[in-house]
Nanobody
Framework: QGQLVESGGGLVQPGGSLRLSCQASRSIFRFYPMGWYRQAPGKQRDLVASISGSGLTNYTDSVKGRFTISRDNAKIAVYLQMNSLKPEDTAVYYC???????????WGQGTQVTVSS
């Protein structure tokens, strides 16, 4: 419990920016692939962006060019910089980490992002 803690969500107008942060509690997480997922009401949880332990990134098409995922292994943290936000980006955003050996996945509690005028 509480191994991943997100922060940074909130209400923003269309075209605005937010930066999400995810703090991991154990140093082993610096070796795990990590990512951000989101889940809108009535929809499934989908991958937004991921980053490997070495920094390779991947994005879903709808956020390419607008969102940037990064990690700071010294701080055991991962970030999601979200620019040019759209109403369709509204969702609960979840931080995820995956142990590639055991396949165990870890989830944060989620942070709400609402894009509305």
């Amino acid at each position: 419990q509480g191994q991943l803690v997100e922060s940074g969500g909130g209400l923003v107008q269309p075209g605005g920016s937010l930066r999400l942060s995810c703090q991991a509690s154990r140093s082993i997480f610096r070796f795990y692939p990590m990512g951000w997922y989101r889940q809108a009401p009535g929809k499934q949880r989908d991958l937004v962006a991921s980053i490997s332990g070495s920094g390779l990134t991947n994005y879903t098409d709808s956020v390419k060019g607008r969102f940037t995922i990064s990690r700071d292994n010294a701080k055991i943290a991962v970030y999601l910089q979200m620019n040019s936000l759209k109403p369709e980006d509204t969702a609960v955003y979840y931080c995820n980490a995956r142990n590639t050996m055991s396949k165990v996945q870890y989830w944060g509690q989620g942070t709400q992002v609402t894009v509305s005028s």
